[in-house]
């Protein structure tokens, strides 16, 4: 997330990397509400009224917002259209929605593909499940990485956290201790993918694995998401067979 600027009126204009930051901030309004006002934009980046005009009528002339012109309310524009599929075909994405689906299809779950930011994981690319009764998790799902599969996935096979980052309870199953979470990246090496049991969401278990570059890195991760009346802890094994084997299919693609 776009950290909230907050203007100081003694201070001199702002110009080169500082308009740009400025310029991320307004469009960060837009990851979780499709439009916004031009008061919204100024509470939520504490830009004045006429910087926040000045920035969406650049960003509207770049083709990056657009304005409906019966609410006069903006939207993101084609540009940000153009700019997601291309980063879409470069990341892999598209090429690896085929074999999310395949994994969606043998399991009749709900399915993730997601990548490290700091110290949490975002969901870049969800495949639902076809039952009543389903987890969603729109692209832009932040979850803390020590409390979710695809988290400790990327933390078992990638960098560490930093020291002293803390490990905050989200229910009476999340792993709290540097020590427990160090013992449960062992087990996910040990197994090859990592389980998440009720640790962010009571009701809910998914199971993950990573997946890797050709030369070995591991850049993403991908899950299993169901209810636990659904994925009780016997199916896990079986459930993790089609991960490592999705995962596996995706090395090298992402």
């Known amino acids: 997330m776009v950290p909230t600027v907050t203007p100081d009126p003694t201070a001199r204009p702002r110009t080169g990397a500082q308009a740009i930051e400025r310029a991320l901030a307004v469009l960060a309004c837009f990851e979780h509400h499709p439009e916004r006002a031009v008061t919204d934009i100024e509470d939520e980046t504490g830009l004045s009224n006429a910087t926040a005009h000045r920035i969406v009528r650049a960003l509207c002339n770049g083709g990056l917002l657009e304005q409906d012109p019966a609410t006069e309310r903006y939207h993101l524009g084609y540009g940000t259209a153009l700019l997601g599929r291309l980063a879409l075909d470069r990341l892999g994405l598209n090429a690896a929605l085929p074999l999310l689906e395949e994994l969606a299809a043998k399991t009749g779950e709900a399915i993730n593909l997601g990548i490290r930011v700091g110290h949490e994981t975002v969901v870049v690319s969800h495949v639902p499940s076809s039952q009543t009764l389903r987890i969603e998790a729109a692209p832009g799902a932040r979850n803390p990485i020590h409390a979710c599969a695809m988290g400790k996935a990327l933390l078992a096979y990638g960098l560490p956290l930093d020291a002293g980052v803390p ?17 449960a990246l062992e087990e996910i090496r040990s197994l090859g993918y990592a389980v998440n ?4 969401t009571l009701g809910v278990r998914s199971v993950a694995a990573p997946i890797f570059a050709e030369d070995g890195r591991v850049v993403a991760a991908v899950a299993v998401q169901a209810p636990t009346v659904r994925l009780p802890l016997e199916r896990v094994p079986e459930v993790a067979a089609h991960v490592l084997h ?3 299919e995706l090395r090298g693609k992402l």
């Open 197 to 200: 049991n009720e640790e962010r």
């Open 167 to 183: 490990l905050p309870a989200i229910t009476p199953h999340t792993i709290t201790s540097v020590h427990a979470l160090e013992q």
């Open 246 to 248: 999705i995962a596996a």
